[in-house]
């Protein structure tokens, strides 16, 4: 192929993909219904999911007790959020979303010893404002409180799974594994934070 060939078609690419019209995103649907179209939405918003790992990580590495407490105050806080912002319906910060997984997955990283109590706030706050993101994007669906319902349970199985796994685990190598997650969640909000300042 000569150059000139190459050219006149990497032109034909580039002006066919420039024409074409802006993608909006929408919520998946799995036909069995709303609360399992809930549940699916959960694992396919990385600027909810990753949050919710990294605080579920960060749990179990603190062990049992902080597991609890974030597996009683995140879902709550969360579907608060979420039938809240169903009327509300706030534009979503991605630059805030960006931070707080950035935040949380440096928490995971570090392995920072923090209060309990700390750890339950920090649920709570989470909570209210991944539920508020994820309840501006069910707010134009047919039976919002269905999918809210449905992605509440989501979380609540994820936060159950991760943070009582990670509290199992007994081998000093898994903690540093379990770090190791954290900094590749820390690095995801970092390129959610360029993406936001794109």
């Known amino acids: 192929m000569t ?5 006149t078609r990497f032109a034909v690419a580039a002006a066919v993909l420039g024409a074409a019209p802006a993608a909006d995103a929408h919520l998946v649907t799995t036909n069995l219904g709303p609360f399992y179209d809930g549940f699916a939405h959960f694992f396919t918003a ?25 597996l009683l105050w995140l879902p709550a806080a969360w579907l608060a959020g979420a039938c809240g912002s169903l ?21 995971v990283a570090a392995d920072v010893a923090l209060p309990r109590r700390w750890v339950a706030g920090f649920a709570g706050a989470l909570g209210l404002f991944a539920g508020a993101l994820a309840g501006a994007d069910l707010s134009g669906a047919s ?3 269905a999918l809210a319902a449905g992605a509440a349970s989501a979380l609540f199985v ?41």
């Not at 009327?87 to 928490?107: E, F, K, M, Q």
């Open 87 to 107: 009327w509300l319906a706030p534009r979503s910060p991605p630059l805030a979303a960006a931070g707080v997984t950035l935040a949380l997955g440096a928490l």
């Open 143 to 145: 039976a919002p409180l």
């Open 158 to 198: 994820t936060t159950a799974l991760v943070a009582g796994q990670v509290t199992s685990l007994r081998a000093p190598w898994t903690r540093i594994a379990v770090r190791v997650a954290g900094s590749w969640i820390a690095a995801s909000g970092l390129l959610m934070l360029g993406w936001a300042l794109r």
């Open 46 to 70: 990385p600027e909810v999911l990753l949050p919710v790992l990294a605080l579920s990580l960060f749990a179990g590495l603190r062990g049992a007790a902080f597991g609890r407490a974030v």
């Open 3 to 7: 150059l000139a060939r190459a050219l």
